[in-house]
Each structure stands twice: as C-alpha cells, then as structure tokens.
C-alpha cells in the first residue's frame, strides 16, 4: 500500500529532551516537506526537500533540523524541544514536486511540558 | 506574502443539499489547486485538483476555478453527514511550488441530519 509512515503517533516530552520524528514513504517521491498544524493558524511548513541531501527552510524552521540522506525517509529532529513546539506535526510527500498535490502521513501529535 | 484565504465557518448545510465551499488566493501567478478534506484529528486527504479555468467533476464533488477573479471553488452534492470535516484550500504558487503548497486556514463544514 502507498503510504507515508510518521512515528510515533503521539509523544509526550519535557523541554529540553531531544526528540526524533520520523517519515518514511514507499512511493518513491522527490519531495518530501514537514508542516505543523495550530489552531487558527492552519498548517505551515518548517522544512522541505527536493531530493536526497537538498534541503530548504520553510515557513517556521525555528528550533527544527530536517536531513534527507536516503530518498523515502525524511526525519524531524527538535534538539531542545519547548513548549511553543506543542503541535500537531505532518511529514508529506510528493511525485515530481509538488505538481500533484501531497500525500500526508497520519501525523504526530507532541507535547512539550 | 502569498496567502490563501477561507472563511473558518462552522458551514452548516442540511443532509442532502448542496454544500458550496470557496477559496480565495492572492497570488495571480498561481498554478495548481487542490482541495483536501481533513476529519478533526486526522491529516488531511486529498480529494480534488484543478489547474485550469472552468468546472472538474468527481462523483458528488465539482472543483470550480476562475483565475481572473483568483477564486476557486468546491461543491459537494446530496451532501452525507460524512462530509462533516474542515476542507482546505491549497495553492501552488507562482515559481513552481519548490517551496510547497500553501494553504488556507479551512472551512468546517458540517452536514447537519
């Protein structure tokens, strides 16, 4: 089935701890992106990647880092995680940039104590 | 700043009409449109796309799109009270859409029984 894979599901963490999320598609898709989602702010993208090893700031890339060293997997990584960082976090992937629209993972939802 | 504009709602439409959704978008350079549905705490699906003047047919949905108004559009015939979810607008912008789709912040629709 093609799909893309987010884990965990949920997370609850202390500030500071650094965390991992992780994205993986098996549809063999160039870009990949990382969006947050926030009441009455909708979603906005923290980081993209046109292809293994190119990776560009989105929108909110603050206290985030991204890496792309193989081309389905695509990780989230919050070195000190704090409380503003409390969201609902979606990994997408996209065939031949994003003229098709994205396919979303079924996201993380993290909580930052 | 490219922004894709919504009204929030709640859209409230009895059980069998016609739900009628809109979007605007403030980038005239605009490409490619999409419509996801999003159910409260799931990540959004993709249900129509559009990339020309005029109307798209799918089942129970039509995407409507005018690009010299920069208005697009979506109904939903003989609406189900499982079409009661928050539907985003999303936008390619002008440049190809390397930095990814934006979004609106959503409509909530609910289909009332």
């Known amino acids: 089935e093609a799909q893309v894979t987010q884990n965990p599901r949920y997370l609850i963490t202390v500030t500071g701890k650094k965390l991992t999320v992780t994205c993986s598609q098996n549809?063999?898709?160039?870009?990949m992106s990382w969006y947050r989602q926030d009441p009455g702010l909708g979603l906005r993208q923290i980081y993209y990647?046109?292809?293994?090893?190119?990776?560009d700031k989105g929108d909110v890339p603050e206290g985030y880092k991204v890496s792309r060293k193989e081309k389905r997997n695509f990780p989230l990584i919050l070195e000190s995680p704090s409380p503003n960082q409390t969201s609902l976090y979606f990994c997408?992937?996209?065939?031949?940039?994003?003229?098709?629209?994205?396919?979303f993972g079924s996201g993380t939802r993290l909580t930052v104590v | 700043q490219k922004e894709v504009e919504q009204n929030s709602g709640p859209l409230s439409v009895p059980e069998g009409a016609i739900a009628s959704l809109n979007c605007t978008y403030s980038d005239r350079g605009s490409q490619s449109f999409f419509w996801y549905r999003q159910y409260s705490g799931k990540s959004p699906e993709l249900i129509m796309s559009i990339y020309s003047n005029g109307d798209k047919e799918d089942g129970r949905f039509t995407a409507q799109l005018n690009k010299a108004s920069q208005y697009v559009s979506l109904l939903i015939r003989d609406s189900q009270p499982s079409d009661s979810a928050t539907y985003l607008c999303?936008?390619?912008?002008?440049?190809?859409?390397?930095?990814?789709?934006?979004f609106g912040k959503g409509t909530h629709l609910i289909i009332q029984p």
């Open positions: 999303a936008v390619i912008p002008s440049g190809g859409g390397a930095d990814g789709l934006t």
């Open positions: 990647s046109m292809n293994v090893e190119v990776t």
């Open positions: 997408a992937s996209s065939f031949r940039g994003t003229a098709y629209g994205y396919t």
């Open positions: 549809m063999n898709h160039e870009y």
